[in-house]
């Protein structure tokens, strides 16, 4: 497997995602269709022109999930049972056709489970940089994680 288990992960922990993934037009456009959004500003590109960036921006919540996406292989590949949560989601710098993602995830908590000590739970941070290194995505998402071996 090749996510990591509960007594793996440390705090203090930084994983730095390789490859990037470019975001195309074609990805917005059908990433915020299938959703439901219909925002002027993913869909509509004379609207978009005409707004404060000139041009459309790449959905968030698709960043949002890249970013997670990127991170998986290295962390929670096989070992995650479920995801908690999301808090603390933040978009400093708007993300536009063309551009890379590339992804970090720090572990920034963990601690055991009182009610399924087969499990942990583990805080990640995911940070999402373009092309430029310009942070365009944080996040902070708890995971309940297996253990190796359960107690």
């Not at 978009?48 to 999930?65: C, D, I, Q, R, W």
């Not at 708007?94 to 489970?113: L, Q």
Request: net charge neutral; glycine share 10%; charged share 25%.
């Amino acid at each position: 497997m090749a996510g990591k288990h509960f007594e793996e992960l440390e705090v203090g922990q930084t994983f730095r995602h390789q490859p990037g993934r470019t975001i195309t037009e074609a990805d917005n456009v059908f990433f915020s269709c299938l959703t439901m959004n219909p925002q002027p500003l993913h869909v509509d590109f004379h609207a978009a022109g005409k707004a404060e960036f000139g041009k459309p921006l790449v959905n968030s919540l698709l960043t949002l999930g890249i970013a997670v996406g990127l991170s998986v292989g290295e962390t929670t590949l096989g070992t995650t049972v479920g995801n908690l949560g999301f808090e603390k989601i933040e978009f400093p710098k708007p993300v536009f056709h063309g551009d890379t993602i590339y992804a970090e995830t720090e572990i920034v908590d963990k601690r055991e489970s009182k009610s399924r000590p087969q499990w942990g739970i583990v805080t990640f941070e995911h940070r999402a940089m373009n092309q430029h290194g310009d942070l365009v995505m944080r996040a902070r998402r708890n995971a309940m994680m297996r253990r190796k071996a359960a107690p």
